[in-house]
Structure formats: structure tokens, C-alpha cells
């Protein structure tokens, strides 16, 4: 074989086989697409391949030519437990919140115009009037998301100055996202306190100086420290900041409005407790157990987020109309107290064992196999580390259990389930109510195969 058997890409165009290739996809595409495979081909001959007939080229072309055309992002059926999964794309919306943005996108929107004085107004109060009345902060700030809000607090607070930080919270989130880099990043210069198990109030009091500007407490979001360790409180933080006169920049993570301990998990800090103990700032996302789309918010003193919005970095992390139209309404589910019915995440999180047990048995029944076996769904996103809820899954018993997660990933949607212990384990706990069928019909084709 040799390189002279592969045909050019005007013999191929011209192939009565490439015909229909070329009516699907043009004449422009289809010549991109058979450079490309022809390329391959080459470089798989000179490997030692043999060289394919025309008819196999033209089939792999019109694959290559199909994945082009296919969306890499694309919606998925999450039966693995974890409620917020980042990979997947943490909170799913609202019904409601994907309604605002369907209305807002479609046409034009009041983005940033008055209705009543008919003039230009600010994009800044849609949603933060709603933060406000939530949470009894004075101001409120919505960014792109909480790593940029932090960027921002630093950035307007502590540029050329210090930040103080207790050693214990020098966290990396995940996705390269550490706290000590985003410090940098600000121009802030970062004063590790204490130990990395043990700080204590007076270790913060001990390098307080003229240039101290702020004082950070990072929610430890991903892990936990447990044994000899200590932390000083958010109390003792704020009471020493006020003495000092230096504002305490509490980064809770998650950004809960609802306590989480009253569905049987441990509690994770809410926005109002940290306002209430009297935080200057509390930044938090918008998707994780707020339930909304990714965002970061800023609430807190007026003169503080007032000084934030001037910033010029403000301009660059500023959100987008389709985000704040899915976190007002996301933000009108808690105003109406209808969040644990309306808001996915908390829906989830909700759910009792016996709704979940009834799916999971529903499933079996549907598929005629499987084992009901008891199991965690986790709350994932950064919030309530090692916390889990008792749920019930369905496990499925199959000859190659990661061959065969690998084929529920390649039906339409695709299905991402765990392996565990050679089986496929469902959660039924993420699976939202209306992909059900789709979850089915996808696993039976599995099954059938
Ligand atoms: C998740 C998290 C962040 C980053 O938030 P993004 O919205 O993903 O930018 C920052 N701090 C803490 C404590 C977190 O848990």
C-alpha cells in the first residue's frame, strides 16, 4: 500500500456517494471535512494502516462531518446522587427561571431602562433589590461568579494592602481555584494567620498594622479539619475588625438562604447569619445550593459595595442579562417561600427517602431488573463536606460495568451513573422528574444491546 491509492479530494467531492454529503452539509464543509480525512488517512498509511476504499473514506467523512455538527454541550441525565455536581454543571434551573430566560432573550428586555421615566436606567437592580430584601443586607453587588466577587472585594479593599487569613483557610476549591492565587491576582498581600490546624484571635490581633485593610474568612467548602483544631469565630473576627476598624470579607461558598439541617444534614452557613453577625461583605455563588445560574453575589455595607461597583474590574466580571434574569427568578422562589417545591436543587435535597425508595422500585419494575439497595446522595458543589442524605438506589448488575457506564453515556441523552463495586448504581435522588422516560428508554437500549 502507499500513499498513491488515496484518492484526492476532488475525486471524492465528485464520488456519486459524496452527494448527499454535500446537499446535508455544503459544498465548503464537506471540502474542510475531506482534507481533513484524508490527512488522517495519510498519516495512518504511513503508520502502516492499509489504505481504506472510497466508500469507507466517504462514510468516515460523513461521521467526522456529524461530530462537527453535534453540540459538545448538551444536556445530560445526572443519576449519580450529587445534587450540585460542578462537571455537570451545578444547579439545575427553575421552571421559572428558564422561562425568564426564554422571555428575556427572545426580544429586547429592560436590561438597563426605565419603564416608567422612559429613559436609561441600571442593570445593578433587578435582582439586587431582591438580595436585599432576602437577606437585610444594605447593598448588594451581582458579579459573573463568586471567584470574581472575591477578585473584586480584594481588588477595591486591599490593593497594595493586607489581607489577613488564617492559614486553615487557604483552600484550593477545585478547577485551580485557590484563594492564596485570586490574593495575588488583587494585588493584596496575603498574611498567613496561624497554623494550619490551630489559630487563635490573638494570632490575628498580633499582625494587625497600619496597612491591614481587611480581614477574609473562607468557608473550607471541600474538606474538613478535624482533631486538635481551632478557628477564631465569625463573631470574635467581626468584634476584633470593628475595634480595629477593618471590614471582615466573609466568603461562605455555597450561599445558602434555607438551613439545610432541617432536611437531616449538617448546617451549612447561610447568608442572613453571616449579615446578622455583622460580616461587612459576604460574597457566595448563584449556583450552588442557591439553586440558581452561575453567579456571584456581593451583599453587605452600602459604602463598601458602592466602592466595588466603581471599580473598573467591576465592568469586566459584570453579569449578563440571561444570568440576571434566572437569578431574580430564582431569588422570587424564596420571596414566596415556594423554594424547596420550585428551586431543583432544594427539591433534591427535600426529597424523602420514601418518595426516592418509590422511584428507585419504579425503575426496577419498568426494567425488570436491577437490586433496590440503600445508599448517600451527596450535596456536592463545594458545601457540606462529608454531609450526605440517605437514599435509595437501584443497582444494576451487567458483565462489564464500566464498559457498560460508558454506553449509557453514548445514548441520547446521555446517562452519567456511578460504578460501584462492579455494579452501575442510579440515584433516582438527581434524575429530574421529567427526564424519566428518557432515562428508561436509554437504559433498556443498553440492556437490549
Ligand atoms: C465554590 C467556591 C468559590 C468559587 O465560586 P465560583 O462561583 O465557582 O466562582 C469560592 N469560595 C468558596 C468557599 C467556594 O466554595
Same mark, same amino acid.
Given at each position: 500500500m502507499s500513499l498513491r491509492d488515496i484518492p484526492s479530494v476532488d475525486h471524492l467531492l465528485n464520488h456519486p456517494q459524496a452527494a448527499s454529503l454535500i446537499s446535508a452539509y455544503g459544498h465548503a464543509l464537506c471540502v474542510q471535512a475531506f482534507r481533513e480525512q484524508l490527512a488522517l488517512t495519510r498519516h495512518a498509511v504511513l503508520e502502516g494502516a492499509p489504505s481504506p476504499d472510497e466508500q469507507t473514506l466517504i462514510n468516515q467523512t460523513g461521521d467526522m462531518l456529524n461530530s462537527w455538527l453535534t453540540p459538545t454541550l448538551r444536556s445530560v441525565i445526572n443519576a449519580t446522587g450529587v445534587i450540585i455536581h460542578t462537571n455537570l454543571g451545578r444547579s439545575p434551573l427553575s421552571r421559572s427561571a428558564r422561562e425568564a430566560i426564554l422571555s428575556v432573550s427572545s426580544g429586547y428586555s429592560t436590561l438597563e431602562y426605565e419603564l416608567q421615566r422612559g429613559r436609561r436606567g441600571k442593570r445593578d437592580m433587578h435582582a439586587e433589590a431582591l438580595i436585599t430584601r432576602l437577606t437585610g443586607a444594605e447593598a448588594a453587588l451581582v458579579v459573573n461568579n463568586n471567584a470574581a466577587a472575591i477578585l473584586l472585594a480584594l481588588t477595591s479593599l486591599a490593593r497594595r494592602k493586607q489581607v489577613l487569613i488564617s492559614r486553615s483557610q487557604l483552600i484550593e476549591i477545585g478547577g485551580g481555584f485557590r484563594i492564596p492565587d485570586v490574593l495575588k491576582q488583587s494585588g493584596a498581600k496575603l498574611v498567613e494567620v496561624g497554623t494550619t490546624n490551630r489559630t487563635h484571635l490573638r494570632d490575628f490581633e498580633n499582625v494587625i498594622e497600619d496597612r491591614t485593610a481587611l480581614i477574609?474568612?473562607?468557608?473550607?467548602?471541600?474538606? &474538613?479539619?478535624?482533631?486538635?483544631?481551632?478557628? $477564631?469565630?465569625?463573631?470574635?473576627?467581626?468584634?476584633? *475588625? &470593628?475595634?480595629?476598624?477593618?471590614?471582615?470579607?466573609?466568603?461562605? /461558598?455555597?450561599? #445558602?438562604?434555607?438551613?439545610?439541617?432541617?432536611?437531616?444534614? *449538617?448546617?451549612? $452557613?447561610?447568608?442572613?447569619?453571616?449579615?446578622?453577625?455583622? %460580616?461587612?461583605?459576604? #460574597?457566595? %455563588?448563584?449556583?450552588?445550593?442557591?439553586?440558581?445560574?452561575? #453567579?456571584? !453575589?456581593?451583599?453587605? +455595607? &452600602? /459604602?463598601?459595595?458602592? &466602592?466595588?461597583?466603581?471599580? $473598573?474590574? =467591576?465592568? #469586566?466580571?459584570?453579569?449578563?442579562?440571561?444570568?440576571?434574569?434566572?437569578?431574580? =427568578?430564582?431569588?422570587?422562589?424564596?420571596?414566596?417561600?415556594?423554594?424547596?417545591? +420550585?428551586?431543583?436543587?432544594?427539591?433534591? !435535597? =427535600? =426529597?424523602?427517602?420514601? %418518595?426516592v425508595e418509590g422511584r428507585a422500585v419504579a425503575w426496577r419494575k419498568y426494567l425488570g431488573q436491577g437490586e433496590i439497595v440503600p445508599g448517600r446522595s451527596t450535596v456536592g458543589g463545594g458545601s457540606l463536606p462529608e454531609e450526605t442524605l440517605p437514599t435509595t438506589l437501584l443497582a444494576l448488575e451487567v458483565k462489564h460495568p464500566n464498559a457498560f457506564a460508558g454506553r449509557l453515556r453514548e445514548v441520547d441523552p446521555p446517562i452519567i451513573a456511578r460504578v460501584e463495586e462492579d455494579r452501575v448504581i442510579l440515584d433516582p435522588r438527581t434524575v429530574l422528574a421529567d427526564q424519566e422516560d428518557d432515562l428508561l428508554t436509554g437504559i433498556e437500549l443498553v440492556l437490549k444491546r
Open positions: 477574609m474568612r473562607a468557608h473550607h467548602s471541600n474538606f &474538613k479539619i478535624v482533631g486538635f483544631t481551632t478557628e $477564631p469565630s465569625l463573631t470574635e473576627l467581626v468584634e476584633l *475588625g &470593628k475595634r480595629h476598624g477593618i471590614p471582615v470579607l466573609d466568603d461562605i /461558598g455555597s450561599g #445558602a438562604l434555607l438551613d439545610t439541617a432541617q432536611f437531616g444534614l *449538617g448546617h451549612e $452557613p447561610t447568608v442572613q447569619e453571616s449579615l446578622q453577625i455583622g %460580616s461587612s461583605l459576604v #460574597a457566595f %455563588s448563584g449556583d450552588k445550593l442557591l439553586g440558581g445560574p452561575q #453567579a456571584g !453575589i456581593l451583599t453587605g +455595607e &452600602k /459604602g463598601l459595595i458602592d &466602592k466595588l461597583r466603581r471599580q $473598573p474590574l =467591576a465592568r #469586566a466580571v459584570r453579569p449578563d442579562k440571561l444570568c440576571l434574569a434566572a437569578l431574580s =427568578a430564582t431569588l422570587l422562589h424564596y420571596m414566596k417561600g415556594n423554594a424547596t417545591s +420550585e428551586v431543583p436543587v432544594w427539591r433534591m !435535597i =427535600a =426529597a424523602t427517602e420514601d %418518595s
